[in-house]
């Protein structure tokens, strides 16, 4: 045992090191200072053993790599020149990462977003297990510590492109634009990672880095960030090459003072997402939700077309985030019921425009939740009274807004956990759920 910390963890087994990451609270690791710092330790023990000629970095998490910096961190980073300092104290640790003598390599399995892709993209190799929950990117489009020097150093131009449009990729494509060395499929994960073990045990040579640039724009760029994500840092946009430039530290020493510890996240008390989903009639939003759930190992019935949900399993096969196994195994997970059969195992149903939901009264479990999707722009008075409903407590209408936004209208014999689950599970779908209180939607619209 090299460390073992509260978060992380590292361990040597015949020259071969495992450096594993484990923050509690979210499914998946995110860094705030407090966890920087553990990193920054692991780091220097690592480089001060010299038993270590291959370090493997992963999560402790199943499926749960590094989503990026938690929204504590961020939110207790307001003014600039603090962002400025956080930004070069990364840059720093994820440099000792970089230049350690043992060869990196990173193992991404689940969510590797901002911070979390600048630790992959920190390391020599990364070996990707491409799953539908496996995405990699910077979606606040903007790097830290780092990343966009590095990624630049891997796929050129490109780079500033990738970070500029906040676009996630699947492993294969990334592996297909050149900053993943192996994207395989779940089963072939250990199996593709140990061959490349064995490879660098036989000849544990680091690949040729050239000197990093633009570091100082990096900065500057996520110091003068306007708006910061929920999970990754954010800003606007950034530029990945600034030639002649120094990495030299802010004036002010980087304080790890000014970060707070996170707050216990309220989602951890909720129910998990239901292992069946229903969709009642048609809607490409909750078709897309159902999709998603399916893809991740869960199944769906669905009185109406099947056809949008198809759509998004082909999406999903054709940018590499499943194989055709996969794909041909999700299908079969999508059962079609004209006479509401198999409603009654399902969590959570959607109920799409123009159906009725009370159609599903003597059907679903009274612990369901029955979201009901309302018309974009409806008038915010016709929406005054819940939909006529056995169970009151579990019924709530949702509307689908831009991509990624979704808002809850509870009405007021909708319960608060009912609103908090349906948040709670939308989230790791990508979706930021805005609950509108009733008093809110009884009031007329503006002009």
């Not at 990093?212 to 950034?238: H, P």
Request: overall charge positive; charged content about 20%; some cysteine.
């Amino acid at each position: 045992m090299v460390i073992d910390s509260p978060h992380i963890r590292v361990t040597v087994e015949h020259g071969t090191g495992t450096l594993e990451l484990g923050f509690p609270g979210e499914p998946v690791n995110g860094f705030d200072a407090a966890r920087l710092r553990e990193l920054d330790s692991a780091i220097r023990a690592v480089s001060q053993n010299r038993a270590v000629r291959i370090l493997v970095v992963r999560s402790a998490k199943p499926a749960g790599f590094c989503a990026g910096l938690t929204p504590e961190a961020l939110a207790s980073l307001p003014h600039p020149t603090q962002r400025a300092n956080f930004a070069w104290y990364g840059q720093q640790v994820f440099d000792r990462l970089a230049k350690l003598d043992a060869v990196t390599v990173a193992l991404i399995d689940g969510p590797c977003l901002g911070v979390g892709l600048e630790l992959a993209l920190a390391c020599d190799h990364r070996v990707c297990v491409a799953r539908p929950t496996t995405h990699l990117g910077f979606p606040d489009k903007v790097a830290c510590f780092g990343g966009s020097a590095r990624l630049s150093q891997l796929v050129g131009k490109r780079s500033a492109e990738l970070i500029a449009s906040g676009e996630t990729l699947s492993g294969r494509e990334a592996r297909a634009l050149g900053f993943v060395d192996v994207a395989c499929c779940e089963r072939r994960g250990k199996i593709e990672l140990r061959t490349l073990l064995d490879r660098l045990e036989k000849r544990p040579v680091k690949p040729v880095r050239s000197e990093l640039v633009g570091l100082a724009a990096e900065r500057q760029a996520f110091a003068g960030g306007s708006r910061f994500g929920q999970v990754t840092a954010g800003g606007g946009d950034t530029e990945t090459r600034r030639h002649g430039e120094t990495t030299t530290a802010p004036s002010l020493p980087f304080s790890p003072t000014l970060l707070v510890s996170p707050s216990p996240t309220l989602s951890a008390a909720l129910p998990p997402l239901p292992t069946t989903l229903g969709l009642l009639g048609v809607d490409p939003h909750a078709a897309g939700i159902v999709a998603e759930a399916v893809l991740r190992g869960g199944s769906a019935v669905v009185c109406g077309n099947r056809a949008p949900v198809f759509a998004k399993i082909e999406t999903a096969l054709t940018r590499g985030f499943i194989t055709p196994l996969e794909a041909d195994q999700a299908r079969l997970r999508v059962r079609a019921s004209e006479t509401l059969d198999g409603f009654d195992r399902a969590g959570l149903v959607f109920v799409a425009q123009g159906q009725d939901p009370f159609r599903l009264a003597s059907v679903v479990q009274p612990r369901a939740i029955v979201c009901v999707v309302r018309p974009k722009h409806s008038s915010l008075v016709s929406n005054r009274s819940s939909a006529p409903f056995p169970y009151p407590r579990r019924v709530i209408r949702i509307g689908f807004g831009d991509p990624g936004s979704v808002a809850l209208f509870p009405s007021p014999n909708t319960a608060e956990d009912t609103s908090d689950a349906v948040s709670a599970w939308l989230k790791p779908f990508g979706f930021t759920a805005l609950v509108l209180p009733v008093a809110a939607r009884l009031l007329p619209r503006a002009a």
